[in-house]
């Protein structure tokens, strides 16, 4: 514990440090996205729907994220607009593809933890996997939502005669790296989280196919894909947001 404590400290003053003014509020931001996880863990315990609860949470968090991020009202406010659409048409995917990939619940490599409990909690597991599947995707829509924003907000400040269609192609170029640093992220993030895993399974000598079906790898993969297409979605749908607002702003000037 006393470990812990010790980088949380050098976490926070290095955060300060750095990013001064923002920094603190990045930690703010932190310290209630905590809490409101924290939250959702009771509210589900407590008997409400994991949906809901992870939906509803969902929004407050990426509110939390994105105007306690250091970027200007307009960019803020089109950010969270387009993380919203894109949590409601991730909603609607990741139910029924959750439902028929059957991952819920605990795997096989859990079960000498986990054998001593009542796994009779009273919750739906499918709908907890679907909570939980939300909840995981909302850092990448966010994180992408700001970066497009952002980039797109200083080329219309510096070129505010700027066409549609160049605004569109400059956001898409924009969107291209977000894309490249994104996955890259996921995919080493999961990677690296798992290796211990897969190492004790190659010395197992488990072949490819168990590699495939071991719910722990599915249920990785699955989470790596869906953030990934969510940050797509959020870039795509960020982008038409800001070509409509400077539009709309050249219209009005004429």
Known sequence: MTTLKT???????????????????????????????????????????????????????????????????????????????????????????????????????????????????????????????????????????????????EIIEQTPAISSQNLRKSGRTIGFQIMGMTFNTLFFGMFGGNLALFILLDKLRSTFGYYLNSKIFVGETFMVLYSAIAVIGVIGVAIELMVRKVENQQVKQD
């Open 7 to 153: 980088l949380l400290l050098i976490l926070a003053i290095l955060v300060i440090l750095v990013g001064g003014k923002n920094g603190f509020k990045a930690i703010i931001s932190f310290g209630l996205n905590f809490c409101l996880l924290f939250l959702s863990v009771i509210l589900i315990a407590g008997g409400f729907s994991p949906i809901m609860v992870s939906v509803l949470s969902g929004c407050c968090i990426l509110a939390i994220t994105i105007y306690l991020s250091d970027c200007q009202e307009t960019v803020a406010n089109t950010a969270f607009f387009a993380t919203v659409i894109v949590l409601a048409l991730m909603v609607i995917m990741i139910i029924p593809f959750d439902h028929l990939v059957q991952i819920e619940g605990f795997s096989s490599e859990d079960s000498e933890e986990v054998e001593a409990f009542n796994l009779a909690i009273g919750i739906n597991f499918e709908s907890l996997l679907i909570a939980t599947t939300i909840l995981s995707t909302l850092g990448a829509i966010a994180e992408a939502a700001i970066a497009i924003t952002s980039g797109m907000q």
